[in-house]
């Protein structure tokens, strides 16, 4: 399972942090991906960080967020700074572990 926190409303160039603990998993052992999706789009992938810590981003966050992973208290993070209008989506968390496993999904306004 897969339990997601941290999202809700920021001003532009403002910052979040989003946050997913993993349970029933061998963490360590698995790749973890921050998808999102905005209101009538098709759900995209954000960020990936595989089990040795390697890091691939979508080009339109390239160099505002940053994924990292604690493989202790099995959380992936996801940093997102200089947000923008368009990050406005609903986040996801997800690992495919013999099938796809996906957390409930985290909010994320970016308004004035």
């Known amino acids: 399972q897969l339990q997601a926190s941290g999202g809700g409303l920021v001003q532009p160039g403002g910052s979040l942090r989003l946050s997913c603990k993993a349970s029933?998993?061998?963490?360590?052992?698995?790749?973890m991906n921050w998808y999102r999706q905005a209101p009538g789009k098709q759900r995209e992938l954000v960020a990936v960080i595989t089990s040795d810590r390697s890091t691939n981003y979508a080009d339109s966050v390239k160099g505002r967020f940053s994924i990292s992973r604690d493989n202790i208290r099995r959380t992936v993070t996801l940093q997102m700074n200089s947000l923008t209008p368009d990050d406005t989506a609903v986040y996801y968390c997800h690992v495919r572990w013999g099938r796809n496993y996906w957390g409930q999904g985290t909010l994320v306004t970016v308004s004035s």
């Open positions: 029933g998993i061998n963490f360590s052992l698995a790749a």
